[in-house]
């Protein structure tokens, strides 16, 4: 509910009488909040209609028809729920609940993972903001209400008005699933759909901002609220949060350091990268990301200049604002093109005229479209289809803006105030007969030095945060760059000379060339700030070792600090390794603690639920 400030009104510096300061400083502060939304309803509504406040105002405590003046009624309960990974979603939601506060609705705006989902059915008015992760999988804090919404102990919604944004990527193959997921089910459960869901592309902001101007008109219709509906142009974008620098307005950091952190003769490249963020105001906790604006490789854009003819100094227009750039620095800075999407090939093969294009788009072919984008990009697209008679302008209209890349923060602000770190492993491999380079980490690595800049934005990330009590253990699993944020939850541990215990378990490939930050944890251990901590180096024996393997050897301890209460962290690969950690979890509870399949199923989802079990990965 929005907090109410305390006024004074003065007959000299306003434009009342004495009299009616007076009364107006007697009526006032008696009144409650329901009172002064209604009241300033009333008067707001009065003055839109023209009508002025002569009619006599009804003491109905829901609504009141002014002769002269529109319907006014009590602003209606509205509940904001987000389901967010690295919080993309939780922060428009914040901006939607902002917006319906300030034109006096009572707005709840929650994360799914705190919701209490027996609370759903006297809602009015539902907001769900849900991005997608893994493969078309809802977001960690939105699993149990994610499931609680799909099983059959989902309460009819018949009374409920509700709308869905959905956030993704189009070039995963469920694009959007959990919003569309959460859509069709409110629907299902005789909920009102008051706005079309949005299914938002990487490049939200914009279309986003549209779904909240929609919502906002919508929900002033179906309530005949009294407030004014903010203009569109109020509503069309949306603004980051009062810092002044951000995603869509990102701060040129300096860097300080770039290392290797791997030894000779390592088989990967991992580095170390220091920025200064002196001068920006932008602060982080330990759990959040960078977010990075990269540069696309050069050679990649010169072969496309070359198999297109292109001319690389020809000027063209970026976007709506009328931005320009060369064709040359299009490619280089602005446009993504090393990934295809379904869209973007519906897109041009409009433009082709091209019947083989057109044939991988017919229906029933879908899968061999998905085989084709598959690892594909740009340069594959115009070689293999002959596109380079589409003039650039046109062609590039057509493609996505590069979209930043998030990256754990390796340090703490406390320890090393207006810096941030990164620990970036160098993504290069050959797909479809070709080098390809993963176009940050090389930029990274190969193309930026001490003194360079680079654009980037701090994405905060609540899901991922130390406990606040600095006494409670932690459990940090980190192979590879998932090690990433522990090295800044230990060092902000030491810096403010936190308690708890702690216990990390680290893995990658060898003992010798890849063992990231070992002088730093071996110090930080001798110094008691890291309490444990077991390695798994998988490719120094003839059998894989993995953090899991550990975790296992060390199960009756890692059990007893889990009863301890331990909070427990993984961060990293997705795809393989946190799915297997968690099974093993699952092993440890029912080998230590007696527990069925079941049980420990439902220890570990409770553990989720109360951010006990936070995950950070990619
Ligand atoms: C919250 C979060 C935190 C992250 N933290 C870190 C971190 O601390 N350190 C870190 O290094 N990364 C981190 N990442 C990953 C990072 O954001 C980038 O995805 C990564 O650096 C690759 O980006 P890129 O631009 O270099 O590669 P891109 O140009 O984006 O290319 C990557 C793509 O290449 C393909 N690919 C990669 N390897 C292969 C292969 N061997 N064979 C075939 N295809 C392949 C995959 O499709 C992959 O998606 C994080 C990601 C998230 C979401
Ligand atoms: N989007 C991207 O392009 C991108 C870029 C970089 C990283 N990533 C993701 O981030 C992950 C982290 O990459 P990284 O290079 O830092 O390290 P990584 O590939 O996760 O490797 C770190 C260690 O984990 C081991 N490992 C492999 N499979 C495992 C499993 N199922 N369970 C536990 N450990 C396992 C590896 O062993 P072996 O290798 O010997 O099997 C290695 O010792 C990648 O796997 C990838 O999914 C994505
Ligand atoms: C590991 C990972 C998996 C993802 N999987 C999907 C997916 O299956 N479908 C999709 O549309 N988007 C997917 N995305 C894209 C996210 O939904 C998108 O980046 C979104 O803006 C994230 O919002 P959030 O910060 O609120 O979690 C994935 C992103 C990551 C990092």
């Not at 179906?222 to 109020?234: F, K, R």
């Not at 302008?393 to 803006?401: I, Y």
Request: charged share 25%.
């Amino acid at each position: 509910m929005m907090g109410w400030i305390s006024l004074e009104f003065q007959a000299t510096n306003s434009p009342f009488t004495a009299e009616q300061a007076e009364l107006l400083n007697r009526l006032l502060p008696a009144l409650t909040d329901v009172q002064r939304i209604w009241l300033s309803g009333y008067l707001s509504a009065s003055l839109q209609s023209g009508a002025g406040v002569a009619s006599p105002m009804s003491t109905s405590s829901t609504s009141v028809a002014a002769s002269a003046a529109p319907v006014v009624s009590v602003p209606k309960d509205v509940t904001v729920l987000f389901g967010s990974q690295t919080g993309n979603a939780q922060g428009l939601a914040k901006k939607l609940a902002q917006q319906l506060t300030a034109q006096g609705f009572d707005v709840t705006l929650s994360s799914m993972g705190d919701y209490k989902t027996n609370n759903l059915k006297k809602v009015h008015n539902l907001f769900v903001l849900a991005s997608t992760q893994g493969e078309g999988d809802p977001p960690d804090n939105a699993i149990p209400f994610y499931e609680f919404l799909q099983s059959k102990r989902a309460p009819q919604l018949a009374e409920t008005k509700f709308a869905v944004l959905g956030l993704g990527d189009t070039s995963y193959e469920f694009f959007c699933q959990t919003g569309k997921d959460f859509d069709k089910r409110l629907e299902e459960l005789g909920a009102e759909r008051i706005v079309p869901r949005a299914d938002c592309d990487v490049d939200f902001e914009e279309q986003a901002g549209e779904w909240i101007g929609a919502v906002l008109s919508a929900l002033g219709e179906a309530t005949a609220a009294s407030v004014a509906v903010a203009s569109p142009e109020a509503t069309a974008s949306v603004n980051e949060e009062a810092s002044p620098y951000s995603r869509t307005h990102p701060f040129a950091a300096e860097v300080l350091e770039n290392l290797n952190l791997n030894g000779r003769g390592s088989d990967q490249e991992t580095r170390h990268v220091e920025l200064s963020l002196e001068g920006s105001g932008l602060q982080y906790e330990p759990g959040d990301s960078l977010g990075v604006y990269p540069q696309n490789h050069p050679q990649l854009v010169e072969d496309i200049l070359q198999a297109t003819g292109w001319n690389g100094d020809e000027t063209i227009t970026l976007n709506k604002n009328g931005d320009t750039a060369s064709v040359r620095d299009a490619l280089l800075h602005h446009y993504e093109i090393t990934v295809l999407t379904k869209p973007l090939l519906e897109k041009v093969a409009g433009l082709a005229d091209n019947e083989q294009l057109d044939a991988l788009l017919e229906e029933g072919r879908e899968q061999d479209a998905r085989t084709y984008l598959q690892g594909r990009d740009l340069l594959d697209l115009i070689q293999d289809y002959g596109l380079g008679h589409i003039p650039a302008d046109e062609f590039l209209s057509l493609l996505r803006k590069i979209p930043a890349r998030l990256y754990s923060i390796a340090s703490s602000f406390k320890a090393s105030p207006d810096e941030v770190h990164l620990t970036v492993r160098k993504v290069e491999y050959e797909q479809h007969g070709r080098q390809r380079y993963g176009v940050c980490s090389v930029h990274l690595a190969e193309r930026l030095e001490a003194g360079d800049t680079l654009p980037v934005y701090i994405q905060h990330n609540d899901n991922f945060k130390l406990p606040k009590d600095s006494t409670t253990p932690i459990i940090m699993i980190g192979p590879g760059t998932g090690v990433a944020p522990f090295r800044s939850f230990v060092a902000e541990r030491e810096e403010t000379g936190a308690e708890g215990k702690s216990w990390l378990f680290f893995g990658d490939r060898r003992f010798a060339t890849d063992f990231l930050y070992q002088t730093e944890w071996q110090r930080w251990l001798k110094d008691g700030v890291l309490t444990r901590m077991d390695v798994a180096f998988s490719r120094d024996s003839d059998k894989k070792v993995y953090v899991q393997h550990r975790m296992l050897e060390r199960s009756r301890e890692l059990y007893e600090w889990l009863q301890e209460g331990a909070v427990l962290y993984v961060c990293g690969d997705e795809k393989h390794m946190a799915h297997d950690v968690h099974l093993t979890l699952e092993q440890i509870l029912m080998q230590e603690g007696n527990m069925s399949q079941e049980a420990a199923a439902e220890y570990l989802s409770t553990m989720l639920q109360q951010k006990r079990y936070q995950r950070d990965v990619y």
